[in-house]
T-cell receptor, first 113, second 115 residues
Framework: DAKTTQPPSMDCAEGRAANLPCNHS???????VYWYRQIHSQGPQYIIH???NNETNEMASLIITEDRKSSTLILPHATLRDTAVYYC??????????????FGQGTRLTINP | DAGVTQSPTHLIKTRGQQVTLRCSPI?????VSWYQQVLGQGPQFIFQ???????GRGNFPDRFSARQFPNYSSELNVNALLLGDSALYLC??????????????FGPGTRLTVL
C-alpha cells in the first residue's frame, strides 16, 4: 500500500470550504484513495473514495490529480460538526488476504465559528 | 437500521487479567475487523474475519485472539493484559472481503483501561 502524507493540522472558518490535501506519490495503478474521519472518541466514519475520476457524494468531493500523486478532500460548507481528524488512505483492490485499512496520523481539522 | 454495536463501552482491568470484547456487525455484513487505537495515534489493524474464518492478522502478539460466530458477531480476547493494552478497541464491519470498495463501518469502540 502506498504511503500518504497529510498536514498534521488545519483550520477553517465555519461556512467556508475546507480543502484537505494528501500526497501519495508512490500510488500504483490499481490503488484507490479513501478518506475517513474520526470525530473525538467515536469510531472512524467513511467519507468517500476514488480511483482516477473526481467523486462527489452528499458529504464531500474528492479531487484526484491527473498523475494521481495527490488528492484533495473538499467539504463545501464546513460546519462545527466537521471538526475531526481526517485520514487519507491508499489501498489496492486486492482480493487476497485481509482487507485492512492502514491509518496514518491524519489531519486534525478545526472549524472555527 | 442499527449500525455496528460494541460492548461494553468502557472497561477497567488490572495487569495480568483477561478481557473479552464483543461486536455485532451491521445486518447483512459478513466481515468483521478489529482495530486498536492508542491515544494520539490512528487505529491499527488487529484481525479480520469473514465467514467465521480469519482472513488476516496484524502485528500483534498471540495474547490477542478473536473469533466470529455463525451470526457474524465477533469477540476479541486479550490475555495477560499489559498496561500498554490500554486503548480504544474498534470493530468494523463490511459486506464482504471480495470487493474493490473498502468501505468499513466502525462501531463506537470499547475503551479499555489497564491498571
Amino acid at each position: 500500500d502506498a504511503k500518504t502524507t497529510q498536514p498534521p493540522s488545519m483550520d477553517c472558518a465555519e461556512g467556508r470550504a475546507a480543502n484537505l490535501p494528501c500526497n501519495h506519490s508512490t500510488i500504483s495503478g490499481n490503488e484507490y484513495v479513501y478518506w475517513y474521519r474520526q470525530i473525538h472518541s467515536q469510531g472512524p466514519q467513511y467519507i468517500i473514495h476514488g480511483l482516477k475520476n473526481n467523486e462527489t457524494n452528499e458529504m464531500a468531493s474528492l479531487i484526484i490529480t491527473e498523475d494521481r500523486k495527490s488528492s484533495t478532500l473538499i467539504l463545501p460548507h464546513a460546519t462545527l460538526r466537521d471538526t475531526a481528524v481526517y485520514y487519507c488512505i491508499v489501498r489496492g483492490a486486492s482480493l487476497q488476504g485481509a482487507q485492512k485499512l492502514v491509518f496514518g496520523q491524519g489531519t486534525r481539522l478545526t472549524i472555527n465559528p | 437500521d442499527a449500525g455496528v454495536t460494541q460492548s461494553p463501552t468502557h472497561l477497567i482491568k488490572t495487569r495480568g487479567q483477561q478481557v473479552t470484547l464483543r461486536c455485532s456487525p451491521i445486518s447483512g455484513h459478513k466481515s468483521v475487523s478489529w482495530y486498536q487505537q492508542v491515544l494520539g495515534q490512528g487505529p491499527q489493524f488487529i484481525f479480520q474475519y469473514y465467514e467465521k474464518e480469519e482472513r488476516g492478522r496484524g502485528n500483534f502478539p498471540d495474547r490477542f485472539s478473536a473469533r466470529q460466530f455463525p451470526n457474524y458477531s465477533s469477540e476479541l480476547n486479550v490475555n495477560a493484559l499489559l498496561l500498554g493494552d490500554s486503548a480504544l478497541y474498534l470493530c468494523a464491519s463490511s459486506l464482504a472481503v471480495f470487493t474493490t470498495a473498502l468501505k468499513q463501518f466502525f462501531g463506537p469502540g470499547t475503551r479499555l483501561t489497564v491498571l
